[in-house]
């Protein structure tokens, strides 16, 4: 049970685009879910944390402007990096509370590569 | 400010060795403990500590929450080289969830 699929696994854009990427939980409904970067041999750092219909609470020193983060569904968390740069490649991961259980999933990653 | 220390950061082993691994944290509104094995990809779930004093055990793996003192320990007994890993604890409050900077355990043959 309580499994979150994550999209793209690896992406590679251009400087200056958006990237959108999805996290979707399949099995359960994820009202809570957390967004993290991890950089090369760093632990995970906690973005921002989204819940389901309202917005999102940034940590601070991420720009809102920069990642967007939408929690429209039950079922469905998207952060998008805008105008990515190459200072934004990095492994995105984001993670949802399972209610029954009060225990976390995580989704598989997004390595995005900006060049 | 909510904070979550590991220690070692680093930490080198012999097969059959037993290693303790150590966080604690200073978190508000604490709900959980979670301890992770982090190899290339996502992070796999090992234990989840809600309760003082009780120790849990997944084979060779074992972890004690102390809520009084505010740290927990994950223990690997007769280690092997399949347990190289990061090893990344994280303390869940009300409504976030934050990570330790994790111990990186190498074990050579």
């Known amino acids: 049970g309580a499994v979150v699929s994550q999209h793209p696994s690896r992406v590679i854009c251009k400087s200056g685009t958006s990237v959108k990427i999805e996290c979707r939980s399949l099995?359960?409904?994820?009202?809570?879910m957390f967004w993290y970067r991890q950089f090369p041999k760093k632990s995970l750092m906690l973005m921002a944390t989204?819940?389901?219909?309202?917005?999102?609470?940034?940590e601070q020193g991420v720009e809102k402007d920069k990642f967007l983060i939408n929690h429209a569904s039950l079922t469905l968390s998207t952060l998008t990096v805008t105008s990515a740069h190459p200072e934004d490649s990095s492994f995105y991961i984001c993670s949802a509370r399972v209610q029954t259980n009060y225990g976390y999933t995580f989704g598989s990653g997004t390595r995005l590569t900006v060049v | 400010e909510d904070k979550v220390v590991q220690s070692p950061l680093s930490l080198v082993v012999h097969e059959g060795d037993t290693v303790t691994l150590n966080c604690s944290y200073e978190v508000t509104n604490f709900r959980s403990l979670l301890w992770y094995k982090q190899e290339k990809k996502a992070p796999t779930f090992l234990f989840m500590l809600?309760?003082?004093?009780i120790e849990k055990k997944s084979g060779r793996l074992s972890s004690i929450l102390d809520k009084k003192e505010l740290f927990s320990i994950l223990n690997i007994t007769a280690t092997q080289t399949g347990d190289s890993a990061i090893y990344l604890c994280?303390?869940?409050?009300?409504?976030?969830?934050?990570f330790g900077a994790g111990t990186r355990l190498t074990v050579k043959p």
């Open positions: 809600t309760s003082s004093g």
């Open positions: 994280a303390v869940a409050g009300n409504n976030d969830m934050r």
């Open positions: 989204s819940n389901e219909g309202s917005k999102a609470t940034y």
């Open positions: 099995d359960f409904q994820a009202t809570t």
